[in-house]
Protein backbone atom coordinates (compact mmCIF):
# COMPACT_ATOMS: atom_id res chain seq x y z
CA UNK A 1 0.00 0.00 0.00
CA UNK A 2 1.16 3.50 -0.77
CA UNK A 3 1.86 6.18 1.52
CA UNK A 4 -0.75 8.09 -0.38
CA UNK A 5 -3.41 5.21 0.21
CA UNK A 6 -2.56 4.75 3.40
CA UNK A 7 -2.86 8.48 4.29
CA UNK A 8 -6.07 8.27 2.76
CA UNK A 9 -7.55 5.19 4.75
CA UNK A 10 -6.07 7.26 8.22
CA UNK A 11 -8.68 10.39 7.02
CA UNK A 12 -11.31 8.26 6.18
CA UNK A 13 -11.41 6.67 9.48
CA UNK A 14 -11.25 9.74 10.93
CA UNK A 15 -14.01 10.64 9.24
CA UNK A 16 -16.08 7.72 9.68
CA UNK A 17 -15.31 7.28 13.49
CA UNK A 18 -16.41 11.50 14.05
CA UNK A 19 -19.54 10.47 12.24
CA UNK A 20 -20.08 7.10 14.33
CA UNK A 21 -19.68 9.14 17.47
CA UNK A 22 -21.85 11.83 16.20
CA UNK A 23 -24.14 9.54 15.72
CA UNK A 24 -24.46 8.06 19.00
CA UNK A 25 -24.25 11.01 20.55
CA UNK A 26 -27.35 12.03 18.43
CA UNK A 27 -29.05 8.78 19.19
CA UNK A 28 -29.19 9.40 23.00
CA UNK A 29 -30.08 12.99 22.58
CA UNK A 30 -33.24 12.24 20.55
CA UNK A 31 -33.77 9.21 22.80
CA UNK A 32 -33.62 11.47 26.13
CA UNK A 33 -35.87 13.97 24.03
CA UNK A 34 -38.40 11.58 23.45
CA UNK A 35 -38.71 10.94 27.02
CA UNK A 36 -38.97 14.31 28.14
CA UNK A 37 -41.78 14.57 25.43
CA UNK A 38 -43.76 11.56 26.40
CA UNK A 39 -43.55 13.18 29.98
CA UNK A 40 -44.94 16.64 28.57
CA UNK A 41 -48.06 14.65 25.99
CA UNK A 42 -49.11 12.89 29.78
CA UNK A 43 -49.13 16.08 31.47
CA UNK A 44 -51.10 18.01 28.71
CA UNK A 45 -53.70 14.31 28.51
CA UNK A 46 -54.31 15.04 31.92
CA UNK A 47 -55.01 18.42 32.30
CA UNK A 48 -57.15 17.84 28.83
CA UNK A 49 -59.01 15.62 31.11
CA UNK A 50 -59.56 17.97 33.87
CA UNK A 51 -60.67 20.86 32.09
CA UNK A 52 -63.42 18.80 30.20
CA UNK A 53 -64.62 16.95 33.80
CA UNK A 54 -64.63 20.97 34.69
CA UNK A 55 -66.13 22.03 31.74
CA UNK A 56 -68.76 19.41 32.00
CA UNK A 57 -69.84 20.65 35.58
CA UNK A 58 -70.00 24.09 34.62
CA UNK A 59 -72.25 23.17 31.83
CA UNK A 60 -74.31 21.19 34.29
CA UNK A 61 -74.36 24.48 36.98
CA UNK A 62 -75.05 26.62 33.60
CA UNK A 63 -78.45 24.03 32.66
CA UNK A 64 -79.49 23.86 36.49
CA UNK A 65 -79.73 28.48 36.37
CA UNK A 66 -81.39 28.27 33.11
CA UNK A 67 -84.34 26.04 34.36
CA UNK A 68 -84.34 27.70 37.59
CA UNK A 69 -85.00 30.85 36.25
CA UNK A 70 -87.35 30.02 33.39
CA UNK A 71 -89.28 28.41 36.04
CA UNK A 72 -88.55 31.60 38.43
CA UNK A 73 -90.00 33.68 35.23
CA UNK A 74 -93.08 31.49 34.91
CA UNK A 75 -93.86 32.19 38.46
CA UNK A 76 -93.49 35.97 38.08
CA UNK A 77 -95.97 35.86 34.69
CA UNK A 78 -98.46 34.37 36.74
CA UNK A 79 -97.86 36.63 39.85
CA UNK A 80 -98.15 39.64 37.30
CA UNK A 81 -101.07 38.44 35.52
CA UNK A 82 -102.87 37.59 38.98
CA UNK A 83 -102.19 41.14 39.66
CA UNK A 84 -103.55 42.70 36.67
CA UNK A 85 -106.36 40.67 36.44
CA UNK A 86 -107.07 41.81 40.36
CA UNK A 87 -106.43 45.83 39.19
CA UNK A 88 -108.52 45.57 36.19
CA UNK A 89 -105.30 46.16 33.79
CA UNK A 90 -106.28 43.19 31.64
Keep these: ?3 SESKFLKWLGVILGGGLVAL ?4 YAVLGSVDV ?3 KVD ?3 KEIIETREYHKKDID ?3 FYL ?3 REDSK ?3 ADVKELLVKTGGL
Design 75 to 77: IIK
Design 37 to 39: IEN
Design 1 to 3: MSL
Design 61 to 63: NIM
Design 24 to 27: FGWT
Design 67 to 69: RES
Design 43 to 45: NNT
